[in-house]
């Protein structure tokens, strides 16, 4: 048995999960939900892994409630060479080592929890003159400021030696 979080989970009461058949909890997003140090039963606190987001392991190691568990990992996750954050079950890629023809993904999976690629964040990829192409999927609904300033160009020479920039919609 697993239990995925897929929300802002604010707080699990005393009691919540007095149980030793949990074998993993997977908590999607960043923010670390308060916990009463009972929420858990030790034995689950022994046996189960906790799949936490990117960078967030110390801090649950240090959370009241969370720090009685023994096993946490990072979300294991598809996206790649992309870096997100998560806003419920949205995601919005915010940069990535990436490099030639791209395609920002549709979706991202965490988990085992696959969420909307909705929105590329404000300078995602500034500067990034390595890009040649980019693929956009119809999925995006927002793209921030200088998401792409000064790094898609195709390097194509003209008679008058411009770059023109290449953009798949």
Known sequence: TEIIFQTKLNNICENAFLTKDIKSITIVNGKIPSCETISFSSDMQSKSIIYVPKGLISKYKTSKGWNGFNKFMEIPDNAGSYTYTINGMQATITGGNVSGNITIPSTITLGGVTLGVTAIANGSFKNNAKITDITIPSSIKSIGTEAFLDCIYNHRTTK????????NL
């Open 160 to 167: 008058t030696n411009q770059k023109y920039p290449s953009v």
